[in-house]
């Protein structure tokens, strides 16, 4: 093999894969806007569609909790808007743990046996669903929001941001806003 043959098998080796680089390259900015659209995750049997949960837990939330006062301040919001922004996801968890630190304060309130930060959140639920039978501070409502959140948040957690619309987590912020108040009202 001479050296003209080595730079056109060179050539003829490499003359995809630099095209897609340059190609992906000059495309990165839209690349980047699709991604950021993808709301639903598909792998083999499993399908999860974050928008659709938290547009159906917000319609739930509508009837189950009524109207709630603002329990977020302005300041508040604009911090959980940011977040939203940078990682949805971390927003998502943010709200989450809010929620979380209401079920504490209201288990406290209600002497259900505390939970440690080991005890897994749908073991909590059902304690204060159990609870509740006996005394009702809280709905039937409000507790399968709090499952929804849950199971929405496990959802987010196992995902990437790019799974997660920063409206999708606002959203979900939102939601999780109206249960903390109707768990510290209870």
């Given at each position: 093999?001479?050296?003209?043959?080595?730079?056109?098998?060179?050539?003829?080796?490499?003359?995809?894969?630099?095209?897609?680089v340059?190609?992906?390259?000059?495309?990165?900015?839209e690349?980047?806007n699709?991604?950021?659209?993808?709301?639903?995750i598909?792998?083999?049997d499993?399908?999860?569609?974050?928008?659709?949960?938290?547009?159906?837990?917000?319609?739930?939330?509508?009837k189950?909790?009524?109207?709630?006062?603002?329990?977020?301040?302005?300041?508040?919001?604009?911090?959980?808007?940011?977040?939203?922004?940078?990682?949805?996801?971390?927003?998502i968890?943010?709200?989450?743990?809010?929620?979380?630190?209401?079920?504490?304060?209201?288990?406290?309130?209600?002497?259900?046996?505390?939970?440690?930060?080991?005890?897994?959140?749908?073991?909590?639920?059902?304690?204060?669903?159990w609870?509740?039978?006996?005394t009702?501070a809280?709905?039937?409502?409000?507790?399968?929001?709090?499952?929804?959140?849950?199971?929405?948040?496990?959802?987010?957690v196992?995902?990437?941001?790019?799974?997660?619309?920063?409206?999708?987590?606002?959203?979900?912020?939102?939601l999780?806003?109206?249960?903390?108040?109707k768990?510290?009202e209870?």
């Amino acid at each position: 093999m001479d050296f003209l043959d080595f730079t056109a098998a060179t050539i003829k080796a490499l003359a995809w894969p630099i095209a897609v680089v340059v190609i992906v390259i000059l495309l990165r900015a839209e690349v980047a806007n699709l991604l950021a659209r993808i709301t639903k995750i598909k792998h083999k049997d499993s399908e999860i569609d974050l928008a659709q949960e938290v547009e159906a837990a917000a319609i739930s939330a509508d009837k189950a909790l009524g109207a709630v006062t603002e329990a977020d301040s302005d300041s508040e919001r604009a911090r959980i808007n940011r977040l939203a922004e940078d990682s949805p996801r971390g927003a998502i968890l943010d709200a989450w743990l809010s929620v979380e630190e209401a079920m504490t304060d209201y288990e406290k309130r209600h002497g259900i046996e505390y939970a440690n930060s080991h005890t897994a959140p749908h073991h909590r639920i059902q304690s204060i669903q159990w609870n509740n039978l006996d005394t009702p501070a809280l709905g039937q409502g409000v507790l399968q929001m709090l499952d929804k959140l849950r199971r929405i948040r496990n959802d987010a957690v196992h995902g990437t941001d790019s799974d997660v619309t920063p409206e999708t987590a606002r959203n979900y912020a939102d939601l999780a806003a109206r249960v903390k108040a109707k768990l510290e009202e209870a």
